[in-house]
Structures are given as C-alpha cells and as structure tokens.
C-alpha cells in the first residue's frame, strides 16, 4: 500500500456536525479516506495485515487459489502478494463496492509483484469459492445479515481443500454476567477502550458518535462463542483466536 499512500486524504467525513447520520456505505467518499480511516478505527489493524500474509505462507499450497472476500483496497491481498511462497498460486480478491475495486484494480497494477490477482466487483455471497488453500474474511462478515453469515461460512468451507486456514477478523460484541448498558460490563469497558484508541488517533468525540450511528444496524458485531461455534458447525476442525485488541479479533480456522 506504501506507493499509493499519499492519494489517500485524511478521514473528516463525521466531524462536522449533521442533523441526521445516514447508513454507513463503502462508497466513492469512503473509499477515498479508507486507507486512513481503517488504521484510525480498527485497533489492531495494521498489526493483524503483515501476518495475514504471514499465516497464508504458512497454509498456502502449490497450484491453489488464494481469496481476500471483501478486500475493499487489496491490504490483505498485498500482504499475501509480497509473502506466500507456494507456487503456481493465485489470488481472487472480491468486493461489491465499485469504488473499492476500481481503488483496488489501480493497487495492484502499481505494485511490481508477479503474483497472479484478479479482482472482481462481486457479492462475497455470490462467489464461487473452489479450490482454496487460503480464505481471508478480515472485518468483512458483521456487514453480512447476521442469519447469512452460517451458509457464507459454509460455502467457503466447501471450497477449501483439507489443510486451509480461513482467517476471519471481527468486531467483537461482549455478553457477560452484567447488562450490556452496566458500565463494569466486558462490552462496555472494551468499548470505552476503542473509544479511547479512536481518540488518541486524532478522532473527536463528535465524530466517534456520528460514525458509530452511522455504522448502527449497518455493522452487526457478535461473540467470539458465536463465531467459534458457527465454524465449527461449518466444518472446521479446528477454530480459534490468533489475535485480539479490545473489541477486534481475528480467528484462525482449519479445514
Ligand atoms: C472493513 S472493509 C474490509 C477491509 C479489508 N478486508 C482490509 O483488509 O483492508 C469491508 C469491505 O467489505 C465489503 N463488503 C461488504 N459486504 C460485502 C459483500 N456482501 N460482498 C462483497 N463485499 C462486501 C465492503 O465494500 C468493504 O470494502
């Protein structure tokens, strides 16, 4: 991403006030903050991209297929791109925003790397998965309706070849034995943390609320129970996390 990061202008899509917040899309006006929005809001990001490519060196095999679902500016797909080894490999990077493919398309044409990526403004639902020894879903399955996301998972499982990784990052939701609104509750102390990452970023308070309205009903987090049990009733033979900060996780699991 590092020759492309000077296009990407700074994220002040929510500091001015609005008198309504509208439904948060990966639009052009997203898609041109992006690379700086994500690092700003996502604690953990720029940690979890290096070992994306990192564990898909790890799992990719010879003459398969790697795929980066909802690659919005193909981060994860140039971590692969600069890491696996496997030969004869290739990766098929999707998303449904045409601003982020047509973004992401200019990413890869500017990177000097050889390793075949096509990439493909498609629905992640939609896609035909087959032949993968690596499936990257990083922060892409809480804006899939929450009772779509099993048959996605199991779609992806279905296209993998016995040994893959699948790596899922997620937003996390917290249940724990206080209620959700109790200020000593999980969810609401890892919340108040993101909310203190996102300032200590250069994010007003103004703006974490409008962002946060906006990404209401648009964003649907879960708990890691739910995740790790859904795998697992996908298929995976083994689901578990690899990383967390506060409210982020990425999970590691294997067909
Ligand atoms: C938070 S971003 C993902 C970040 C990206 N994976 C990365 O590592 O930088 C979510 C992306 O998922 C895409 N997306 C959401 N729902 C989708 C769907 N049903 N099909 C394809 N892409 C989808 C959005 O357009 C957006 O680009």
């Not at 779609?155 to 000593?184: A, C, R, T």
Request: hydrophobic share 40%; charged share 20%; glycine share 4%.
């Amino acid at each position: 991403m590092k020759k492309s990061e000077s296009r990407y202008k700074k994220d002040q899509l929510f500091s001015a006030p609005k008198e309504s917040v509208d439904a948060f899309r990966f639009d052009e006006t997203v898609t041109e903050v992006f690379h700086d929005m994500i690092q700003r809001s996502v604690p953990g990001y720029a940690t979890i991209l290096p070992f994306i490519g990192l564990i898909a060196t790890e799992y990719a095999q010879d003459n398969t297929t790697l795929y980066d679902l909802g690659c919005s500016l193909g981060a994860a797909t140039l971590s692969m791109r600069h890491q696996v080894t496997a030969k004869a490999c290739n990766i098929v990077a999707v998303d449904n925003s045409e601003a982020m493919v047509s973004r992401c398309i200019e990413n890869m044409s500017k990177d000097d790397t050889s390793f075949p990526v096509s990439v493909h403004c498609k629905d992640i639902q939609q896609t035909h998965i087959n032949n993968a020894s690596v499936v990257v879903v990083n922060l892409v399955l809480q804006f899939i309706a929450v009772n779509e996301r099993a048959t996605l998972l199991k779609k992806i499982y279905d296209g993998m070849n016995p040994g893959g990784v699948l790596i899922l990052s997620e937003k996390l939701h917290f249940d724990d034995d206080h209620h959700q609104n109790d200020e000593n509750s999980e969810n609401q102390i890892q919340t108040h943390l993101h909310h203190a990452f996102k300032r200590a970023q250069g994010y007003s308070n103004l703006e974490i609320s409008q962002k946060r309205s906006a990404l209401e009903n648009v964003l649907i987090p879960e708990s890691l129970d739910v995740h790790l049990s859904r795998l697992k009733k996908a298929g995976f033979s083994q689901a578990f996390v690899w990383f967390q900060c506060f409210n982020f996780s990425s999970i590691i699991a294997i067909k």
